[in-house]
């Protein structure tokens, strides 16, 4: 699901950890380093204004639908002596959970870009109203198309009418297509902010080794996305598979790692899972083994 992030945001995701680490190591920030860090930043807070940019033309567009939406509600009104009162369905999208964990101190400046996903949510819920709307208004209008369709063997004169609403139905559902698209592309844009904040600052939160199969100990993620790293040793070509499952029900949750394996390390991210959970793992034997390690936003 991150095949879709811009090369840049992908670009800044592996830069910022690899320069952190290392700037950990070294014990100190250059004057070089730190300049460097400042453009990144630079960088990033354009892509914010421009995403700003983007929600103002939106929200023009969602006042012409609306416009647009009203017109059709005064012809609704002249055919209401002909059909029943049509009822709109309202649904309401799930708030996205708002990133809010501090980064290191190093990365402090960062703390801006987290807050930004507050607003990136705010956008794809105004988004999901309009989807809603346009979506009850092409119900109204199949609604209203089927019985002008039975009234139409009466009423000869209702044709052009039923031909009119299909093509207000048809200009509604590409405005519904649209702004479908223009949703999942603002999920994927706060998806790689969450992922941008949790590799700036990463924490191994648990650690287990082992070999065979068998079940890890249970342990607790608070937040979400989280990744799994792995490594293998064996001196022989074997499968190699990670199971998450929840702790308390022993619910399956995710096959996380599916694969044959010799001396190998992998990673993957883990996203929607959170809680008291536990890893079925099967692997290389005795005397070879395995190791997990669960990395997640570093306070």
């Not at 109204?140 to 052009?160: D, N, Q």
């Amino acid at each position: 699901m991150y095949g879709k992030a811009p090369r840049i945001g992908l670009a800044l995701l592996i830069v910022f950890p690899v320069l952190f680490l290392s700037l950990g190591c070294a014990g100190g920030v250059s004057q070089e380093e730190y300049s460097k860090v400042e453009s990144d930043l630079a960088e990033v807070q354009s892509t914010v204004t421009s995403l700003e940019k983007e929600k103002a033309s939106l929200e023009a567009q969602l006042s012409e639908a609306r416009g647009r939406v009203a017109t059709l509600q005064q012809e609704k009104a002249s055919l209401e002596s002909q059909i029943a009162t049509l009822q709109a369905q309202e649904t309401k999208v799930s708030q996205l959970e708002e990133a809010n964990s501090t980064l290191k101190e190093q990365v402090s400046s960062l703390q801006e870009q987290v807050g930004a996903l507050a607003t990136e949510a705010e956008k794809v819920s105004r988004l999901q109203d309009q989807i809603d709307s346009l979506e009850s208004q092409a119900e109204t209008l199949k609604a209203a198309k089927a019985i002008l369709e039975t009234e139409a063997e009466k009423v000869p004169s209702l044709e052009e009418r039923i031909e009119g609403l299909e093509a207000a139905k048809a200009i509604l559902e590409a405005q519904l297509s649209a702004l479908r698209e223009e949703k999942a592309s603002l999920e994927d844009r706060i998806e790689e902010l969450e992922i941008f904040a949790l590799k700036a600052s990463p924490s191994v939160a648990v650690t287990f080794t082992g070999s065979g199969h068998i079940g890890t100990e249970p342990f607790v993620v608070d937040s979400s996305p989280w990744m799994l790293e792995w490594q293998t040793l064996s001196g022989y070509w074997c499968d190699f598979a990670v199971t998450l499952r929840d702790a308390r029900t022993g619910e399956t949750l995710e096959r996380l790692v599916d694969d044959r394996v010799l001396n190998q390390t992998g990673s993957t991210w883990v996203a929607g899972h959170v809680g008291t959970l536990y890893f079925e793992v099967t692997g290389p034997v005795q005397p070879w083994g395995w190791t997990l390690r669960v990395v997640v936003q570093g306070s």
